[in-house]
């Protein structure tokens, strides 16, 4: 008796078997939240249906800026040679939207084919019609950087209505579109051109909800001195806080991003820093793919389950048969308060919420006869998949991440600062000194004596207790204190010696002078007297 209903109950209790995270997502998509999304024409109102390819494709760079900040020429940087379709000039010269991407050959694959391949993560791109399909390619090119990720580059960003409105597609739904889909988000400015156009202001706005993936870039910075740099940065960060409504301060990345000389080169030191910054940001993408993906599909899943609580919502407020185009108009004015009834019977966050006066907009459009009542069984599908799926998929992430070789990006520009003597802090701080014959404490080791001796050392070592008397003076916390002691006594004997004294104060001056202590004393810096001799 009631053998469908132990059926169900038993499918339920049976957790989902995968064998890699993005197979599980590919089926959770596909068998728990696709059937909500349909059911309550998910798809009409916010994104298209996801596809296999955008669970497998590898982790993509959208690249957004105004014309000349740099967007093409970074791109170029990153992967030390030039690709196809690529132009550069001071004047709008990218007015496509090319993805970048690896492959065994060079060439171009143009809008009208990419969407129908199933293999790319860009066939919904589709809907956009044929005047941004003649607008997009897609280069393909044989380059180490692209055998981990895939870097989409937008044509400039116009000031001006009229340039706007000639580019036949909505630039800032295209966009929208890609800043689902995509682990980073670069928003290039040149150090000459803060002004943020309305183009572009439409264009951050339409990045909302992706606050965590945007980083932003202060390109050609080199071209100007200091003092105007702080203002610059300064004015960036005014400008930024107005469009980015979020509490923290967005990331602000500093430099100039290409090959050639540094004009003003006085400023070099900070730019290295900040390319390094910047480096390991991307190269630590495909690293956390699977948890971005895994993040989307959770969002995904919230705003959803609030669609399909409006949806049913207005349904059910439908008369049968007289008044539906009055009342139409009357819950389209009033959905605010739809919201917050929702809101409070359902207890869910305002932020899960979609903008209001989109939702509005596309309302006006819909023919509410066609929504449907609310439906639990779809509900309850998709909060199970919450709670219990999500939960094993994110020990699967780990596991995955334990078990497979430490993924980064590599090649073009990344292998430039990794090793050798222009990687970044190569002899600076506790490196300086690596490729001396002498110890580099040695010259200032009869400065370091004289206080040494003072401290009346027994059997030629201090105790702590002196050692620390002196350490203090330096000002730093003692947990940096005790850190600095620990790498000094090289013999672990709890006593200083006159070179782990000098040692002592060499890495308090490295300190002092704003450089990060290694966790270990590299070999250059043991004491003499301390080396194995083999």
């Not at 996801?50 to 590898?58: C, G, M, T, V």
């Not at 000098?502 to 308090?508: D, E, P, S, T, Y």
Request: proline fraction near 6%; hydrophobic fraction near 40%.
């Amino acid at each position: 008796m009631f053998s469908w209903v132990s059926r169900d109950a038993r499918r339920r209790k049976e957790p989902e078997l995968f064998r890699t995270v993005s197979e599980g997502l590919k089926q959770l998509y596909a068998g728990k939240l696709l059937p909500l999304e349909e059911h309550y024409r998910f798809h009409d109102f916010h994104s298209p249906a996801l596809e296999p390819a955008d669970w497998e494709s590898k982790p993509m760079v959208l690249l957004v800026g105004q014309y000349s900040t740099g967007k093409t020429t970074f791109i170029r940087h990153l992967l030390e040679q030039d690709f196809p379709g690529m132009r550069i000039g001071p004047e709008p010269t990218t007015d496509s939207f090319i993805a970048v991407m690896g492959g065994e050959s060079e060439g171009v694959i143009p809008g009208n084919a990419l969407v129908v391949d199933p293999r790319r993560p860009f066939r919904k791109l589709n809907a956009f019609g044929n005047a941004f399909l003649n607008r997009f390619m897609c280069a393909q090119l044989p380059n180490p950087v692209l055998d981990s990720i895939s870097i989409i580059d937008t044509p400039g960003i116009l000031s001006g209505e009229k340039q706007r409105i000639s580019r036949g597609y909505d630039f800032a739904a295209v966009l929208e579109w890609f800043a689902e889909r995509v682990d980073r988000i670069i928003l290039l400015f040149d150090a000459h051109k803060l002004d943020i156009s309305d183009e572009f202001s439409e264009v951050i706005k339409a990045l909302k909800n992706h606050e965590d993936k945007i980083r932003v870039v202060l390109n050609k910075a080199d071209q100007i001195e200091t003092q105007q740099l702080m203002r610059v940065y300064g004015a960036l960060m005014w400008s930024l806080g107005k469009i980015i409504n979020t509490p923290e301060v967005v990331r602000v990345y500093i430099g100039s991003f290409w090959s050639h000389p540094l004009l003003i080169p006085d400023n070099r030191k900070l730019f290295e820093a900040e390319e390094q910054d910047l480096f390991k940001d991307i190269q630590s993408l495909p690293r956390n793919a699977a948890l971005r993906k895994l993040n989307d599909l959770i969002k995904r899943a919230r705003l959803a389950k609030v669609h399909a609580y409006i949806i049913s919502s207005l349904k059910k407020e439908m008369p049968n048969v007289f008044g539906k185009e009055s009342k139409k108009k009357e819950l389209v004015s009033n959905l605010g308060e739809i919201y917050l009834k929702i809101e409070r019977e359902h207890q869910i966050s305002p932020g899960d919420f979609p903008n209001l006066r989109k939702m509005q907009e596309q309302l006006l459009t819909q023919d509410f006869s066609k929504f449907q009542p609310l439906k639990l069984k779809l509900l309850d599908t998709v909060d199970d998949m919450l709670a219990n799926d999500i939960a094993r998929l994110m020990v699967m992430v780990r596991q995955e991440e334990a078990q497979m070789p430490t993924q980064v990006v590599k090649g073009g520009a990344f292998e430039g600062t990794m090793n050798g003597p222009f990687g970044h802090g190569y002899g600076e701080g506790a490196g300086e000194g690596i490729d001396d014959l002498e110890w580099v404490v040695s010259k200032d080791k009869p400065t370091y004596d004289e206080i040494f001796y003072t401290l009346s050392p027994v059997n030629g070592k201090i105790t702590g207790a002196s050692a620390k008397k002196e350490m203090v003076k330096s000002k730093l916390p003692n947990t940096v204190l005790g850190k600095i002691w620990k790498l000094a006594d090289v013999d672990k004997d709890g006593l200083l010696d006159d070179e782990e004294f000098a040692l002592a104060n060499h890495l308090i001056k490295v300190k002092l002078e704003g450089h990060e202590l290694p966790a270990e004393l590299p070999s250059h810096l043991v004491p003499p007297s301390k080396r194995r001799h083999e």
